[in-house]
């Protein structure tokens, strides 16, 4: 067991909690070290009761997670909130499909985007566990620097925010 953040680390422990894996076809998932790889990124747009998109960082062998109801936007002046929620196994990534009705999280759930991320804070564990994290994304639709902000003790409230660059785009 480790500490991050101000919750107990255990890989995957409330992502399994919330799931009956004999009933949606979502993936029960493994952790562990993976040593050397690029590390991936993924947004999923997830149509549940709610609509918004999950958007996903690896790091230690699972997929950091933040659920993000109005998506990201290009503009730096705009600042979406984004959910902290559960981490996900590594293998959700390319998870596509319909969670059945009366499971957590019932729905369409559809790739938006996927590629790599990188790091542009010197320790990556510690600007997550600060809340303050850069980073670069390499997607299909997501380009350039984006920030991740904790604005909130809870650990939950996050805000994604779209740092000026060649890929920054007014939304006015
Ligand atoms: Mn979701």
Redesign the pocket.
Same mark, same amino acid.
């Given at each position: 067991m480790r500490e991050r953040a101000n919750v107990t680390f255990m890989p995957l422990e409330l992502y399994r909690g919330k799931r009956n894996f004999g009933n949606t076809p979502e993936p029960r998932g493994r952790t562990g070290k993976r040593g050397g790889r690029a590390l991936s990124f993924v947004i999923?747009k %997830?149509a549940?009761s709610h609509l %918004?998109y999950?958007f996903r960082l690896e790091l230690h062998g699972v997929l950091l997670s933040w659920?993000i109801p109005k998506g990201p936007c290009l503009d730096p002046d705009v600042k979406r909130l984004a959910v902290h !929620?559960e981490d996900h196994p590594v293998a959700y990534g390319s998870f596509e499909g319909v969670i059945p009705k009366g499971q957590y999280?019932a729905g369409a !759930?559809m790739l938006w985007d996927k590629g790599e991320w990188r790091s542009l804070d010197t320790d990556v564990e510690k600007a997550y566990k600060k809340g303050d994290m850069k980073f670069e994304l390499l997607g299909k639709k997501l380009h350039g620097k984006w920030k991740l902000i904790r604005i909130n003790k809870d650990d939950k409230t996050w805000l994604l925010i779209k740092t000026k660059d060649r890929y920054a785009k007014s939304a006015k």
């Open positions: 999923q %997830h549940a %918004h999950d659920a !929620v999280g !759930v």
